[in-house]
Protein backbone atom coordinates (compact mmCIF):
# COMPACT_ATOMS: atom_id res chain seq x y z
CA UNK A 1 0.00 0.00 0.00
CA UNK A 2 1.03 3.28 -0.84
CA UNK A 3 2.36 5.75 2.08
CA UNK A 4 -0.56 8.10 3.20
CA UNK A 5 -1.13 11.33 1.62
CA UNK A 6 -0.69 13.98 4.55
CA UNK A 7 -3.87 16.42 4.58
CA UNK A 8 -4.16 19.36 7.45
CA UNK A 9 -7.69 19.81 9.04
CA UNK A 10 -8.06 23.38 7.05
CA UNK A 11 -7.74 21.13 3.92
CA UNK A 12 -9.46 18.38 4.97
CA UNK A 13 -12.78 21.06 5.66
CA UNK A 14 -11.99 22.77 2.53
CA UNK A 15 -11.78 18.94 0.26
CA UNK A 16 -15.51 18.01 2.09
CA UNK A 17 -17.04 21.45 1.27
CA UNK A 18 -16.11 20.70 -2.48
CA UNK A 19 -16.70 17.69 -2.78
CA UNK A 20 -20.47 18.37 -1.53
CA UNK A 21 -20.48 21.18 -4.23
CA UNK A 22 -20.98 24.22 -1.60
CA UNK A 23 -17.66 26.07 -2.83
CA UNK A 24 -19.77 26.78 -6.14
CA UNK A 25 -21.74 29.79 -6.75
CA UNK A 26 -25.19 29.75 -6.98
CA UNK A 27 -26.91 30.16 -10.62
CA UNK A 28 -28.88 33.00 -11.27
CA UNK A 29 -31.73 31.17 -12.17
CA UNK A 30 -31.75 27.09 -11.37
CA UNK A 31 -32.89 25.19 -13.77
CA UNK A 32 -33.71 21.58 -13.63
CA UNK A 33 -30.12 20.50 -15.41
CA UNK A 34 -28.74 22.45 -11.73
CA UNK A 35 -30.72 20.44 -9.26
CA UNK A 36 -30.11 16.96 -11.43
CA UNK A 37 -26.27 17.39 -11.14
CA UNK A 38 -26.31 18.29 -6.99
CA UNK A 39 -28.94 15.36 -6.60
CA UNK A 40 -25.83 13.28 -8.96
CA UNK A 41 -22.99 15.26 -6.84
CA UNK A 42 -24.54 14.23 -3.51
CA UNK A 43 -25.53 10.97 -4.37
CA UNK A 44 -29.34 11.02 -2.14
CA UNK A 45 -31.33 13.52 -1.07
CA UNK A 46 -33.02 11.98 2.43
CA UNK A 47 -36.92 12.31 2.41
CA UNK A 48 -38.03 13.15 5.65
CA UNK A 49 -41.52 15.10 7.10
CA UNK A 50 -39.95 17.36 8.59
CA UNK A 51 -41.51 20.80 7.77
CA UNK A 52 -40.33 23.49 10.06
CA UNK A 53 -38.83 25.61 7.31
CA UNK A 54 -39.47 23.44 4.16
CA UNK A 55 -39.79 19.45 4.09
CA UNK A 56 -36.43 18.49 4.32
CA UNK A 57 -35.50 16.89 0.66
CA UNK A 58 -35.61 20.56 -0.96
CA UNK A 59 -33.45 22.20 2.00
CA UNK A 60 -30.04 20.60 0.27
CA UNK A 61 -31.25 21.75 -2.74
CA UNK A 62 -31.91 25.35 -1.44
CA UNK A 63 -28.36 25.39 0.25
CA UNK A 64 -26.26 24.73 -3.45
CA UNK A 65 -28.81 27.05 -5.98
CA UNK A 66 -30.57 29.29 -3.19
CA UNK A 67 -34.02 30.31 -4.39
CA UNK A 68 -34.91 27.81 -6.57
CA UNK A 69 -38.06 26.59 -7.79
CA UNK A 70 -39.26 22.84 -6.01
CA UNK A 71 -41.36 22.08 -8.68
CA UNK A 72 -38.05 21.27 -10.29
CA UNK A 73 -37.31 18.38 -8.13
CA UNK A 74 -41.09 17.46 -8.30
CA UNK A 75 -40.82 16.59 -11.83
CA UNK A 76 -37.30 15.12 -11.66
CA UNK A 77 -38.82 12.75 -8.45
CA UNK A 78 -42.16 12.71 -9.37
CA UNK A 79 -42.87 13.92 -12.57
CA UNK A 80 -44.18 11.92 -16.25
CA UNK A 81 -40.14 12.18 -17.54
CA UNK A 82 -38.68 11.41 -14.17
CA UNK A 83 -34.96 11.41 -13.77
CA UNK A 84 -34.69 10.13 -10.27
CA UNK A 85 -36.58 6.91 -8.06
CA UNK A 86 -37.03 6.79 -4.42
CA UNK A 87 -35.61 4.08 -2.51
CA UNK A 88 -33.43 3.19 0.91
CA UNK A 89 -30.39 5.18 0.32
CA UNK A 90 -28.61 6.86 3.33
CA UNK A 91 -32.34 6.70 5.10
CA UNK A 92 -35.88 6.63 2.76
CA UNK A 93 -34.17 8.58 -0.29
CA UNK A 94 -34.48 9.97 -3.55
CA UNK A 95 -31.65 8.73 -5.87
CA UNK A 96 -30.40 9.10 -9.32
CA UNK A 97 -31.78 6.49 -11.99
CA UNK A 98 -28.28 5.21 -12.65
CA UNK A 99 -28.13 4.17 -9.25
CA UNK A 100 -31.19 1.76 -9.30
CA UNK A 101 -29.29 -1.24 -10.39
CA UNK A 102 -26.75 -0.55 -6.94
CA UNK A 103 -29.12 -1.12 -4.60
CA UNK A 104 -30.57 -4.34 -5.88
CA UNK A 105 -28.95 -6.18 -3.69
CA UNK A 106 -31.08 -4.73 -1.14
CA UNK A 107 -34.10 -5.48 -2.86
CA UNK A 108 -32.96 -8.31 -2.89
CA UNK A 109 -32.55 -8.13 1.42
CA UNK A 110 -28.86 -7.78 2.18
CA UNK A 111 -27.80 -6.12 4.76
CA UNK A 112 -29.54 -3.78 7.77
CA UNK A 113 -32.30 -1.51 5.37
CA UNK A 114 -32.69 -5.19 3.04
CA UNK A 115 -36.05 -6.02 2.45
CA UNK A 116 -35.63 -9.03 4.94
CA UNK A 117 -33.73 -7.66 7.58
CA UNK A 118 -34.68 -10.18 10.92
CA UNK A 119 -37.02 -8.36 11.90
CA UNK A 120 -39.72 -8.51 8.61
CA UNK A 121 -38.41 -12.01 8.23
CA UNK A 122 -41.13 -13.77 10.45
CA UNK A 123 -44.01 -11.40 9.25
CA UNK A 124 -43.01 -12.51 5.59
CA UNK A 125 -43.72 -15.89 6.37
CA UNK A 126 -47.22 -15.23 8.00
CA UNK A 127 -48.26 -12.76 5.38
CA UNK A 128 -47.12 -13.62 2.14
CA UNK A 129 -50.69 -14.43 0.85
CA UNK A 130 -51.87 -11.18 1.90
CA UNK A 131 -48.44 -9.30 0.17
CA UNK A 132 -50.09 -11.14 -3.19
CA UNK A 133 -53.20 -10.06 -2.71
CA UNK A 134 -52.43 -6.11 -2.05
CA UNK A 135 -49.81 -6.74 -5.44
CA UNK A 136 -52.70 -8.13 -7.19
CA UNK A 137 -54.89 -5.19 -6.06
CA UNK A 138 -51.89 -2.79 -7.48
CA UNK A 139 -51.70 -4.35 -10.46
CA UNK A 140 -55.58 -4.12 -11.41
CA UNK A 141 -56.12 -0.99 -10.12
CA UNK A 142 -52.99 1.14 -10.73
CA UNK A 143 -51.16 3.17 -8.05
CA UNK A 144 -52.41 3.47 -4.72
CA UNK A 145 -52.04 4.57 -0.78
CA UNK A 146 -52.04 2.03 1.58
CA UNK A 147 -55.58 3.96 3.06
CA UNK A 148 -56.87 2.73 -0.51
CA UNK A 149 -56.65 -1.11 -0.26
CA UNK A 150 -59.82 -3.31 0.23
CA UNK A 151 -58.27 -4.81 2.84
CA UNK A 152 -56.40 -2.25 4.95
CA UNK A 153 -55.98 -4.66 8.07
CA UNK A 154 -55.29 -3.93 11.77
CA UNK A 155 -53.23 -1.10 13.05
CA UNK A 156 -50.25 -2.13 14.83
CA UNK A 157 -48.69 -0.29 18.04
CA UNK A 158 -44.83 -1.58 17.62
CA UNK A 159 -44.85 -0.60 13.83
CA UNK A 160 -45.14 3.39 13.78
CA UNK A 161 -49.20 2.16 13.87
CA UNK A 162 -49.26 1.59 10.59
CA UNK A 163 -51.83 -0.79 8.94
CA UNK A 164 -51.10 -4.33 7.98
CA UNK A 165 -52.03 -2.89 4.33
CA UNK A 166 -49.14 0.33 4.90
CA UNK A 167 -46.67 -2.77 6.69
CA UNK A 168 -47.39 -4.63 3.24
CA UNK A 169 -46.54 -2.44 0.96
CA UNK A 170 -43.84 -0.96 3.03
CA UNK A 171 -42.12 -4.79 2.90
CA UNK A 172 -42.96 -4.71 -1.29
CA UNK A 173 -41.09 -1.27 -1.75
CA UNK A 174 -38.19 -2.57 0.16
CA UNK A 175 -38.13 -5.60 -2.22
CA UNK A 176 -38.48 -3.89 -5.21
CA UNK A 177 -41.88 -5.34 -5.82
CA UNK A 178 -43.43 -1.60 -6.00
CA UNK A 179 -42.15 1.67 -5.85
CA UNK A 180 -43.04 5.00 -5.39
CA UNK A 181 -45.81 6.65 -8.28
CA UNK A 182 -46.46 9.90 -6.90
CA UNK A 183 -47.27 11.87 -3.68
CA UNK A 184 -50.55 13.06 -2.37
CA UNK A 185 -48.99 15.49 -0.18
CA UNK A 186 -46.70 13.42 1.66
CA UNK A 187 -48.25 10.24 1.12
CA UNK A 188 -46.82 7.67 -0.63
CA UNK A 189 -49.00 6.09 -3.92
CA UNK A 190 -47.41 2.60 -4.64
CA UNK A 191 -47.39 0.98 -8.12
CA UNK A 192 -45.76 -1.62 -10.31
CA UNK A 193 -42.32 -0.39 -11.53
CA UNK A 194 -42.69 -1.18 -15.53
CA UNK A 195 -45.26 1.12 -15.00
CA UNK A 196 -42.87 3.79 -13.17
CA UNK A 197 -39.81 3.69 -14.40
CA UNK A 198 -38.03 3.77 -17.77
CA UNK A 199 -37.89 0.87 -19.54
CA UNK A 200 -33.72 1.41 -19.82
CA UNK A 201 -33.36 1.39 -15.98
CA UNK A 202 -35.21 -2.14 -15.26
CA UNK A 203 -33.71 -3.39 -18.55
CA UNK A 204 -30.21 -2.24 -17.03
CA UNK A 205 -27.82 -4.92 -16.02
CA UNK A 206 -27.66 -5.64 -11.98
CA UNK A 207 -24.02 -6.06 -10.97
CA UNK A 208 -22.73 -7.99 -7.81
CA UNK A 209 -23.42 -7.17 -4.45
CA UNK A 210 -19.36 -6.94 -4.43
CA UNK A 211 -19.48 -4.43 -7.13
CA UNK A 212 -22.38 -2.58 -6.15
CA UNK A 213 -20.85 -2.55 -2.80
CA UNK A 214 -18.11 -0.47 -4.42
CA UNK A 215 -19.76 1.96 -6.74
CA UNK A 216 -21.64 2.99 -3.57
CA UNK A 217 -18.72 2.98 -1.68
CA UNK A 218 -17.14 5.28 -4.12
CA UNK A 219 -19.87 7.30 -4.60
CA UNK A 220 -20.14 8.19 -0.76
CA UNK A 221 -16.40 8.84 -0.99
CA UNK A 222 -17.42 11.44 -4.45
CA UNK A 223 -19.57 12.91 -1.86
CA UNK A 224 -17.31 13.55 0.83
CA UNK A 225 -13.79 14.05 -0.34
CA UNK A 226 -11.77 12.43 2.63
CA UNK A 227 -13.44 10.05 4.92
CA UNK A 228 -12.76 7.32 6.83
CA UNK A 229 -14.31 3.81 6.14
CA UNK A 230 -16.78 4.21 8.88
CA UNK A 231 -17.66 7.55 7.18
CA UNK A 232 -17.66 5.44 3.62
CA UNK A 233 -20.24 2.62 5.22
CA UNK A 234 -22.58 5.56 6.79
CA UNK A 235 -23.46 7.48 4.22
CA UNK A 236 -25.52 4.89 2.31
CA UNK A 237 -26.09 2.25 4.75
CA UNK A 238 -23.26 -0.09 4.08
CA UNK A 239 -22.41 -3.16 6.56
CA UNK A 240 -18.96 -2.26 8.23
CA UNK A 241 -16.81 -5.38 6.85
CA UNK A 242 -18.41 -4.92 3.17
CA UNK A 243 -17.61 -1.22 3.38
CA UNK A 244 -14.12 -1.90 4.81
CA UNK A 245 -13.25 -3.94 1.67
CA UNK A 246 -14.77 -2.19 -1.04
CA UNK A 247 -12.14 0.66 0.61
CA UNK A 248 -9.31 -1.57 0.39
CA UNK A 249 -10.29 -2.15 -4.15
CA UNK A 250 -10.72 1.38 -4.32
CA UNK A 251 -7.38 2.19 -3.02
CA UNK A 252 -5.78 -1.03 -5.35
CA UNK A 253 -7.96 0.10 -8.20
CA UNK A 254 -6.76 3.47 -7.70
CA UNK A 255 -9.68 5.78 -7.38
CA UNK A 256 -8.82 6.74 -4.20
CA UNK A 257 -5.68 7.25 -2.03
CA UNK A 258 -5.07 6.24 1.70
CA UNK A 259 -5.02 9.10 4.31
CA UNK A 260 -3.55 10.56 7.20
CA UNK A 261 -5.54 13.54 8.03
CA UNK A 262 -4.27 16.31 10.84
CA UNK A 263 -6.71 15.49 14.18
CA UNK A 264 -8.52 12.47 13.22
CA UNK A 265 -7.81 9.23 15.10
CA UNK A 266 -8.40 6.78 12.13
CA UNK A 267 -6.60 6.55 8.48
CA UNK A 268 -8.86 8.06 5.66
CA UNK A 269 -9.36 7.55 1.91
CA UNK A 270 -9.10 10.80 -0.54
CA UNK A 271 -11.07 10.76 -3.16
CA UNK A 272 -8.37 10.74 -6.29
CA UNK A 273 -10.69 13.53 -8.12
CA UNK A 274 -10.89 15.16 -4.78
CA UNK A 275 -10.32 18.89 -5.05
CA UNK A 276 -9.19 21.16 -2.15
CA UNK A 277 -9.42 24.75 -3.25
CA UNK A 278 -6.84 27.42 -1.80
CA UNK A 279 -9.89 29.42 -0.52
CA UNK A 280 -13.96 29.00 -0.31
CA UNK A 281 -16.42 31.58 -0.29
CA UNK A 282 -19.47 29.68 1.00
CA UNK A 283 -22.44 31.20 2.27
CA UNK A 284 -25.30 28.98 3.25
CA UNK A 285 -27.51 27.39 6.49
CA UNK A 286 -27.26 24.02 6.33
CA UNK A 287 -30.22 21.79 7.28
CA UNK A 288 -30.12 18.70 9.86
CA UNK A 289 -30.91 16.46 6.76
CA UNK A 290 -27.96 17.88 4.45
CA UNK A 291 -25.55 15.27 3.49
CA UNK A 292 -22.99 17.51 4.38
CA UNK A 293 -24.78 17.08 8.51
CA UNK A 294 -26.16 13.37 8.32
CA UNK A 295 -23.15 12.00 10.14
CA UNK A 296 -23.08 14.20 13.48
CA UNK A 297 -19.51 12.47 14.44
CA UNK A 298 -17.66 13.43 10.72
CA UNK A 299 -19.31 17.00 11.52
CA UNK A 300 -17.48 17.29 14.48
CA UNK A 301 -14.64 15.62 13.35
CA UNK A 302 -14.15 17.77 10.60
CA UNK A 303 -15.53 21.16 11.49
CA UNK A 304 -15.19 21.09 15.22
CA UNK A 305 -18.67 21.91 15.55
CA UNK A 306 -20.90 19.65 17.86
CA UNK A 307 -24.46 19.27 16.45
CA UNK A 308 -26.99 17.32 17.32
CA UNK A 309 -31.12 17.76 16.35
CA UNK A 310 -32.92 18.72 19.59
CA UNK A 311 -36.42 17.92 17.74
CA UNK A 312 -36.45 15.26 20.14
CA UNK A 313 -35.40 16.74 23.11
CA UNK A 314 -37.71 18.57 25.78
CA UNK A 315 -38.43 21.73 25.64
CA UNK A 316 -36.44 23.10 29.01
CA UNK A 317 -33.52 20.36 28.00
CA UNK A 318 -32.36 22.13 24.69
CA UNK A 319 -29.60 24.11 24.03
CA UNK A 320 -29.91 26.10 20.85
CA UNK A 321 -33.40 25.24 19.87
CA UNK A 322 -36.05 23.46 18.17
CA UNK A 323 -34.72 22.86 14.35
CA UNK A 324 -31.15 24.90 14.41
CA UNK A 325 -29.19 25.16 11.07
CA UNK A 326 -25.42 25.41 11.06
CA UNK A 327 -24.33 28.46 8.90
CA UNK A 328 -21.77 27.55 6.67
CA UNK A 329 -19.50 31.00 5.93
CA UNK A 330 -16.38 30.10 3.96
CA UNK A 331 -14.65 26.62 5.08
CA UNK A 332 -16.19 27.06 9.17
CA UNK A 333 -19.22 26.43 10.32
CA UNK A 334 -19.38 29.66 12.50
CA UNK A 335 -23.14 30.04 13.89
CA UNK A 336 -25.96 28.06 14.38
CA UNK A 337 -29.57 29.57 14.15
CA UNK A 338 -32.89 27.91 15.39
CA UNK A 339 -35.43 28.76 12.29
CA UNK A 340 -39.06 28.42 11.59
CA UNK A 341 -41.31 29.37 9.13
CA UNK A 342 -44.94 30.71 10.44
CA UNK A 343 -46.69 30.02 7.44
CA UNK A 344 -50.16 31.56 9.21
CA UNK A 345 -48.01 34.88 10.19
CA UNK A 346 -45.99 35.20 6.79
CA UNK A 347 -42.55 35.21 8.96
CA UNK A 348 -39.49 33.24 8.80
CA UNK A 349 -38.95 33.61 12.54
CA UNK A 350 -35.26 33.11 13.89
CA UNK A 351 -36.15 31.50 17.30
CA UNK A 352 -32.47 31.71 18.51
CA UNK A 353 -28.80 32.68 17.09
CA UNK A 354 -25.76 31.65 18.58
CA UNK A 355 -22.38 32.57 17.39
CA UNK A 356 -19.27 29.72 17.51
CA UNK A 357 -16.45 30.19 19.34
CA UNK A 358 -14.03 32.83 17.31
CA UNK A 359 -16.16 33.32 15.34
CA UNK A 360 -16.57 37.06 14.40
CA UNK A 361 -20.44 38.66 14.91
CA UNK A 362 -19.82 41.68 12.99
CA UNK A 363 -18.74 39.70 9.95
CA UNK A 364 -21.14 37.01 10.54
CA UNK A 365 -24.04 38.73 11.53
CA UNK A 366 -24.21 40.30 7.72
CA UNK A 367 -23.64 37.44 5.77
CA UNK A 368 -26.30 35.87 7.88
CA UNK A 369 -29.22 38.29 7.65
CA UNK A 370 -28.69 38.13 3.68
CA UNK A 371 -28.81 34.42 3.83
CA UNK A 372 -32.07 34.98 5.53
CA UNK A 373 -33.53 37.07 3.85
CA UNK A 374 -33.17 34.58 0.50
CA UNK A 375 -34.44 31.97 2.34
CA UNK A 376 -37.43 34.37 3.34
CA UNK A 377 -38.16 35.17 -0.24
CA UNK A 378 -37.50 31.54 -1.32
CA UNK A 379 -40.37 30.76 1.12
CA UNK A 380 -42.71 33.42 0.24
CA UNK A 381 -42.65 34.43 3.42
CA UNK A 382 -43.51 38.19 3.90
CA UNK A 383 -41.17 39.14 6.78
CA UNK A 384 -38.85 38.14 9.25
CA UNK A 385 -38.72 37.87 13.00
CA UNK A 386 -35.87 37.66 15.30
CA UNK A 387 -36.30 36.78 18.79
CA UNK A 388 -33.65 38.17 21.61
CA UNK A 389 -32.35 34.52 22.04
CA UNK A 390 -28.88 33.67 21.80
CA UNK A 391 -25.24 35.28 21.79
CA UNK A 392 -25.87 36.61 18.09
CA UNK A 393 -29.15 37.57 18.23
CA UNK A 394 -28.22 41.28 19.14
CA UNK A 395 -25.63 41.82 16.49
CA UNK A 396 -27.90 39.55 13.54
CA UNK A 397 -30.73 42.09 14.67
CA UNK A 398 -28.79 45.14 14.10
CA UNK A 399 -27.36 43.66 10.61
CA UNK A 400 -30.86 43.52 9.80
CA UNK A 401 -32.16 46.92 10.36
CA UNK A 402 -29.12 48.24 8.26
CA UNK A 403 -30.69 46.44 5.46
CA UNK A 404 -33.30 48.57 5.69
CA UNK A 405 -35.54 46.37 7.26
CA UNK A 406 -36.83 45.86 11.16
CA UNK A 407 -36.57 42.39 12.71
Known sequence: MSKPV???????RRIAIAAQGLDRPRPAKATRAHVERVIARLGALQIDAVNVVARAHYMPLYTRLGAYDPALLDAAWLGRKRSCFEYWGHEASILPYDAHPLFRWRMAGAGAQGARHARWVQWEKERRAFLDDVLD?????????????????????PWWGWSDGKLAMEFLFKTGELTTAAR??????????????????LAAATPSDEDAIRALAARALAAMGVATVADIADYFRLAPAAAKRACAELIESG???????????NGALVDANARAPRRIEACAL???????????????????????IEIYVPAAKRRYGYYVLPFLMGDALVARVDLKADRAGGALVVQAAHLEPGADAAKVAPALAGELETMRAWLGLERTRINRRGDLAAALGRAWVSRDGAP
Open 6 to 12: KITQAQA
Open 137 to 157: EVRARGALAASELTNVGERRG
Open 184 to 201: RGFERLYDLPERVHPAHV
Open 255 to 265: AAAPAAVEGWR
Open 286 to 308: VSPFDPLAWNRARVERVFGFDYR
